[in-house]
């Protein structure tokens, strides 16, 4: 029956955005249909053809507003506690009902809204993606930009010194149209390393500061500006390229840039005006014409609602590919779908383009690698490196045997120091983040039992029946839940039993003028069944010879890694590239643990509680709503969320032309200014 109901829906659905195509001789989709590369006007010519349907505006925002309900920081974020009050102040509930009373010129028009309203939160794991628009297509520039420091310390935006040959190695097809839309006098190539005066006629730093305002993802106003520019990072495929905000947007923002720049080695100025050009991504679905593509794109796959998992034949939930394309990590196996994850949506996916081969670490491999880890060794013999650009992927088994053999054999050939480079780490396996804790330090009393944070879930009413129906009805025997209290431990670590309600009674909290309930505090939940590999007995690693790294965008459970291992263990934190002006956080967006709507849909579903009030509906569009499920308690004040603690990193490492994405570069500088060895 609830298939049925299901399948009425998404055929309602079907129908409404049938409704919704434009009845028009020149079809604004048909003319983007079947092309990879098109041009951003006509990309949203045909996404602002659509006018908004009440039916799939009224289910979205009920679907969001139901949503959060499970989301811990929703009063919080409406005015959020110092160093972060300045960035952090959007009441999500208030700003939902304006837009569902509100009229927009476009469905386009309505999802920009409900995207950056999403977005002013700074919270990475609090977003919404409608899978209609957001990147499928990515709006790109040949020119990405670094923000680098010259001789006299003054930090400049330049175009990357590798920027032609990214982009010649990435869009071959394409590299004619921009270097024809340049004055005869100037070679794309000629572009590399020159500094940018002003884009679009105004200081280079006022776009940089234009686009923090709504790229959203990260508290800290230094990781919104990093996010700007270029950077790197390892992942399953290797080493790949970030192209930065400014030479890749995830919709048709801009159709062109002007700029007024200065080459190397010259002292005139020139004026430059360079298109933006939108690519097709490689899943997105066909289309010929608007009908095709909204039906093909736009309606509920697999996986985008929740399912009873005592009514399907499965044993865990079908994964959501939209999901798993906006989450940053690599995708999970199904099997280890009951891992707790704590992991950014963004929405723009994980990059596949390649980082060039002169950027590439040539320095020794040292086997234990695994999908989104390498281990190298540095010149000096000394000073290891884990390169860990995701703590997700296909299994935590692997990713933990991967990470004690690989710091096992660096300690085997000589190494007393660490670097561990995690440069736009999204976050993924909780345990693995709290194994990697424990490995280098070895046992004490910061890694056990306890390696991570104490966490807390909001508890509202809806939560409190799922927990109901676990303990009376006994709807979850194989615990695959995240509401079964026989996955968790209370503060002292002692394991709840199968008829504990542990959402009774609640923390009652007033937070920003608003009355908010929580459940207790919840301990340790990683060892030791949570690691699939046995720890050493002593440390691996001094804690005063370990540095880590990154841009700033380390998030979710690389948070929980850094800020324990920076606050418990005194390690150093470093930043790369970030403005001198700005203080440098070294993580930003911590959480606890994330989920998205339709695995908590499957809580709602398999406790049966679908029909009632306060449960959202299915969702009818193929979207995403993700939350912060548990929120860590902090370190130094331990009474607080550590989400509203300063994370200010011990060195913000500048950028010169010979050091930018170049990551040997960048470890043998830090070996040289923070480990006690030199390269």
């Excluded at 280890?336 to 020794?364: C, G, Q, Y």
């Amino acid at each position: 029956m609830t298939t049925l109901i299901v399948l009425l829906s998404l055929f309602t659905a079907a129908l409404s955005f049938a409704d919704g195509i434009p009845r028009q001789t020149n079809d604004p989709c048909a003319k983007i249909g079947g092309q990879k590369w098109v041009s951003p006007e006509d990309l949203r010519a045909c996404y602002t053809s659509f006018a908004v349907d009440p039916v799939i505006k009224e289910n979205i925002v009920d679907v969001i507003n139901k949503t959060l309900a499970f989301h811990t920081s929703v009063n919080y974020e409406i005015s959020a506690p110092e160093p972060f009050t300045e960035f952090v102040h959007e009441d999500l509930l208030k700003d939902l009902a304006r837009i569902s009373t509100q009229s927009y010129p476009s469905d386009y028009d309505l999802h920009l809204d409900l995207s950056r309203t999403l977005k002013r939160l700074n919270d990475g794991h609090c977003v919404w993606i409608n899978s209609c628009y957001v990147a499928l297509f990515l709006n790109f520039l040949p020119i990405p930009l670094a923000l680098l420091t010259d001789f006299t310390g003054a930090q400049n935006v330049h175009i990357a010194p590798e920027a032609f040959a990214v982009a010649s190695a990435e869009f071959p097809d394409e590299i004619s149209v921009w270097q024809d839309a340049l004055p005869l006098a100037i070679q794309l190539q000629s572009l590399d390393g020159a500094k940018v005066l002003s884009i679009e006629g105004q200081d280079s730093f006022v776009a940089v500061d234009t686009n923090a305002l709504i790229t959203g993802s990260f508290q800290p106003l230094g990781t919104r500006q990093n996010s700007f520019f270029s950077s790197y990072q390892f992942g399953d495929n290797g080493w790949t390229y970030i192209m930065g905000d400014f030479a890749q947007q995830s919709l048709p923002l801009n159709d062109s840039v002007t700029l007024v720049v200065q080459r190397v080695n010259e002292s005139t100025t020139d004026a430059i005006q360079l298109p933006y050009r939108a690519r097709i991504s490689p899943d997105t679905v066909k289309f010929t014409d608007s009908a095709s593509y909204r039906a093909n794109n736009c309606l509920a796959i697999l996986g985008t609602n929740g399912v009873d998992l005592n009514e399907t034949a499965d044993s865990a939930a079908p994964l959501s590919e939209t999901v798993m394309k906006f989450q940053q990590q690599p995708p999970i196996s199904k099997t280890f779908t009951k891992e707790r994850v704590n992991v950014m949506l963004d929405t723009t996916p994980l990059s596949d383009v390649a980082l060039p081969p002169s950027l590439i670490p040539s320095v020794p491999v040292v086997s234990g690698g695994f999908g989104s880890g390498q281990f190298y060794m540095q010149p000096d013999n000394i000073t290891g490196v884990l390169a860990l650009g995701s703590f997700g992927g296909d299994t935590i088994d692997a990713m933990m045997s991967g990470m004690l053999e690989g710091l096992v054999n660096l300690r085997s050939l000589g190494a007393t120091q660490l670097i561990v480079d995690v440069s736009n780490n999204g976050g993924g396996f909780i345990c693995a983040a709290e194994f990697l804790h424990r490995i280098i330090v070895g046992p004490k009393n910061t890694t056990v039992p306890q390696a991570g944070l104490d966490t807390k879930a909001r508890d509202g009413p809806l939560a409190r029946l799922i927990v109901q129906q676990i303990i009376q009805s006994n709807v979850d025997p194989d615990q695959d839940l995240l509401y079964n209290p026989l996955n968790w431990n209370n503060a002292s670590n002692v394991g709840f039993a199968a008829d504990d309600d542990w959402l009774l009674p609640p923390v009652n909290l007033t937070i920003n003028g608003h009355a908010d309930a929580f459940s207790q505090r919840l301990g340790q939940e990683c060892q030791p069944n949570g690691f699939t590999s046995t720890p050493p007995d002593e440390a691996l690693f001094s804690a005063s010879n370990v540095v880590i790294v990154s841009n700033g965008r380390c998030a979710s459970s690389c948070s929980l890694f850094s800020i324990t291992m920076a606050k418990e263990e005194g390690v150093k934190t470093v930043v790369i590239g970030g403005n001198s002006d700005v203080q440098q956080a070294y993580c930003g967006t911590v959480g606890g643990q994330s989920t998205v709507f339709s695995e908590l849909d499957t809580e709602v579903k398999t406790a049966k509680l679908k029909n009632n009030t306060l449960a959202p509906p299915d969702l009818l569009v193929n979207g995403v709503q993700g939350v912060t499920w548990r929120l860590g308690f902090g370190i130094q004040d331990p009474t607080q969320p550590e989400e509203w603690q300063p994370h200010l990193a011990t060195l913000n490492l500048l950028l010169t032309p010979d050091l930018v994405n170049n990551p040997v570069a960048i470890w043998t500088n830090i070996t040289e200014q923070l480990l006690t060895g030199k390269s």
